[in-house]
């Protein structure tokens, strides 16, 4: 099965600016992702997309590759989209630029949702983890997702989802990682349909697939990590690197 992992990358982001090129421990936070991303060795190819020739020039003076995006995106779908338009494989693996601290396991096991699909009833699939901290649960930087049994995806949100109305039971909250992996045809699709009135309120891209009638398979991980979101995930990361003896 060929993979190819794509990274879309955008200069500006409202809350924080300029962040995939803020510094993490002596490399930039998009070159740790890129870096972390080829290290899996699970991909045919790994290419960032990005929309400034800075992000260019970061991937490339140290010998990876990139390509800049012709378009103006609000999403790094759309964004990966135009890239996967011209090249052939069997999934496309969308690994977002401020996660610096991208696993192999996570990717494998979204990969296998795929490899074991023998009646390709999976378009996209993505990846999830169980939430035990209230303040995580309740942070709205922090996208939760519900799914049912066969671990297609129901609902996601920034909002507490399920509401714990019933207090006597215990209820796992999942955040949603951003990490997704797609056919071609359903990629295709998404660049194709306009931002859905679901995701342009909650400003969550795979709204877009819920609100067209596909879910995702949601593929459970307990690998953590920080992604890079506010200034303050920076000084997160760091003691993240410290406990793990990372470099």
């Known amino acids: 099965m060929k993979a190819i992992a794509l990274i879309p990358a955008r200069l ?21 992702t890129y870096e972390a991303t080829v290290a899996t060795g699970l991909f045919d190819e790994v290419i960032v997309v990005a929309d400034d020739d800075k992000l260019i020039q970061e991937i490339e003076q140290y010998g990876g590759k990139a390509i800049k995006s012709r378009k103006e995106y609000e999403s790094g ?11 052939e494989a069997d999934v496309f693996l969308n690994v977002q630029g401020d996660e610096p601290f991208t696993q192999k396991q996570p990717l494998a096991d979204l990969l296998d949702a ?7 009833k999976v378009q ?19 996208v939760k997702v519900t799914f049912d049994k066969h671990h297609n995806s129901i609902c996601f949100s920034r909002s507490v989802i ?27 699709n998404f660049t194709n349909w306009p931002m859905t009135p679901l995701e342009e309120a909650e400003k969550i891209e795979c709204l877009r697939f819920l609100e067209h009638g596909i879910s995702l398979r949601m593929v459970e991980t307990i690998a953590t990590g920080v992604g890079i979101d506010v200034p303050g995930d920076i000084a997160r ?3 993240y690197m410290d406990l793990n003896g990372l470099k």
Not at 12 to 32: C, H, M, N, W, Y
Not at 77 to 87: K, Q
Not at 124 to 142: F, H, K, Q, T, Y
């Open 12 to 32: 500006e982001a409202s809350r924080f600016p300029q962040k995939l090129l803020a510094d993490l421990r002596g490399k930039t936070v998009l070159r740790r």
């Open 77 to 87: 779908t759309d964004r990966i989209a135009e890239v996967a338009a011209h090249l």
């Open 124 to 142: 996209v699939a993505s990846l999830c983890r169980e939430l035990g901290d209230p303040e995580l649960i309740a942070d709205p930087n922090v």
């Open 237 to 239: 990361a760091e003691a």
């Open 114 to 120: 795929f490899r074991h699909d023998e009646e390709g």
């Open 162 to 188: 399920p509401y714990p109305r019933n207090q006597d039971i215990r209820i796992k909250h999942y955040q949603h990682i951003g990490v997704y992996a797609f056919r071609k045809a359903a990629l295709m």
